[in-house]
Structures are given as structure tokens and as C-alpha cells.
């Protein structure tokens, strides 16, 4: 079966701070995607970035930076000199394969000035 | 592009009836996945459709249904509507549901049942 844990639920910083939000998941399978959303109190689901089981290379763009570690199971994002507008839901998801996405609770951010 | 859209937006109907929701996939995608979210469970998957076959269905009762059309656009119908059925429903699209390919998120449908 196939799991996505995000241990924490809610994270408060202050503007500036740097932020990692936690993602551990959980598959059997050698062949599979990780992905990270960003959910703003409108409702939509952001698309932030994918990585597929193959590529452990991390990734930054811009203020964001993921770290995929296979060895552990996880795939946290750290936002850099967090502002106001990164307040937000944000969910890592796994997806093997079947056509569709199993999240993880998702850790609600918020950025206080 | 345009990106995927659901309309309605928001929707209050009472226990007991039907309700009918409808999503519109990015140009040129075929698949078309749905999401229940809800507080107590979270982002729960629902069904994904693909060339108007149903190749994936979440774990929810058969009063939860959907289909697809020959233009992608899809429906998903919710029969004796509970009230545990309160949620925002998300539709996501991408070009054929692999596995490997970004599902893209519409604005969601507010569904309360009173």
C-alpha cells in the first residue's frame, strides 16, 4: 500500500524565516513520482514540482528547494526567506502508477509579517 | 492555455437529493481524475476516466459516480446525497494519467449538504 505522512500539522514563522515542511512516504514499488501542491484559501491546488524515483538530484528554484532522499523515504521543501503569500496548505502526494494521486494530511503554513 | 475548470463553484442541496458536477480538462488532455476533500479524510481519491472509460476507482459507495464524454469534459453524480458528503470536489486533468504526468488541479466545487 501506499502512504504519505506529514507530521506537521500546522507551522507558524515569521516573514523571512527559512521553512522545511516534512514529506515521508511509504511504497513498495521502485517506479514511482513525488509530488508537492500548494492549496491558497481559494481551494486550488498549485502545482509546485514533481520527482520521479530515478532522479534524486534536488532541486531549487527560486525560494523553493526540495531535498528527495531514497534512503529515508523523504521528500521535504524548504521555502527560503518566507513571505506573506506563502501561506498556504501544502501537500506532498505519491503516485505509482494507477492514475491517481495519494496524499499526505498537508501542513498548513502560515507567514506572519 | 486555459486551465481546468468545474462549475458550479458552490452548491447546497439537502440529504437526499442528486447532484451533478461537472469539469472541463485542459485542451488536448484525455484524462480526467476527481478528489474528495474533507477535513476529517483529507484529499481522498474518487474515479479517473480516460477516452470515456473508467479505469480507476477510489474507495466510495456507488452513489458516487461519473462519466466521461467524447471531448473529455467529464460528470461526476452523487445519488441520496448524505450529509457526510459536505466537501470540496477537485478535478484534475492531465494528457493520459500516467503516472509519471503532473495532474493540474481545477478551482473545486463547495458541496454542502444540509
Known amino acids: 500500500a501506499q502512504k504519505v505522512t506529514q507530521a506537521q500539522t500546522e507551522i507558524s514563522v515569521v516573514e523571512k524565516e527559512d521553512v522545511t515542511l516534512d514529506c515521508v512516504y511509504e511504497?513498495?514499488?521502485?517506479?514511482?513520482?513525488l509530488f508537492w501542491y500548494k492549496q491558497p484559501p481559494s481551494g486550488e491546488l498549485v502545482f509546485l514540482i514533481r520527482?520521479?524515483?530515478?532522479?534524486?538530484q534536488n532541486e531549487i528554484s527560486g525560494r523553493y528547494s526540495w531535498n528527495f532522499q531514497k534512503s529515508t523515504s523523504s521528500f521535504n521543501f524548504t521555502i527560503t526567506a518566507s513571505q506573506v503569500v506563502d501561506s498556504a496548505v501544502y501537500f506532498c502526494?505519491?503516485?505509482?502508477?494507477?492514475?491517481?494521486?495519494?496524499f499526505g494530511t498537508g501542513t498548513r503554513l502560515l507567514v506572519s509579517p | 492555455k486555459a486551465g481546468v475548470t468545474q462549475t458550479p463553484r458552490y452548491l447546497i442541496k439537502t440529504r437526499g437529493q442528486q447532484v451533478t458536477l461537472s469539469c472541463s480538462p485542459i485542451?488536448?488532455?484525455?484524462?480526467v481524475s476527481w478528489y474528495q476533500q474533507t477535513p476529517g479524510q483529507g484529499l481522498q481519491f474518487l474515479f479517473e476516466?480516460?477516452?470515456?472509460?473508467?479505469?480507476n476507482k477510489g474507495n466510495f459507495p456507488g452513489r458516487f459516480s461519473g462519466r466521461q464524454f467524447s471531448n473529455s469534459r467529464s460528470e461526476m453524480n452523487v445519488s441520496t446525497l448524505e450529509l457526510g458528503d459536505s466537501a470540496l470536489y477537485l478535478c484534475?486533468?492531465?494528457?493520459?494519467?500516467?503516472?509519471?504526468?503532473?495532474?493540474?488541479f481545477g478551482p473545486g466545487t463547495r458541496l454542502l449538504v444540509l
Open positions: 476516466y480516460f477516452s470515456e472509460t473508467q479505469r
Open positions: 502526494a505519491l503516485n505509482t502508477g494507477f492514475q491517481k494521486l495519494v
Open positions: 511504497t513498495r514499488d521502485t517506479t514511482y513520482y
Open positions: 520527482r520521479n524515483s530515478f532522479d534524486e
Open positions: 485542451s488536448g488532455h484525455r484524462s
Open positions: 484534475a486533468s492531465s494528457s493520459t494519467g500516467g503516472g509519471q504526468e503532473t495532474q493540474y
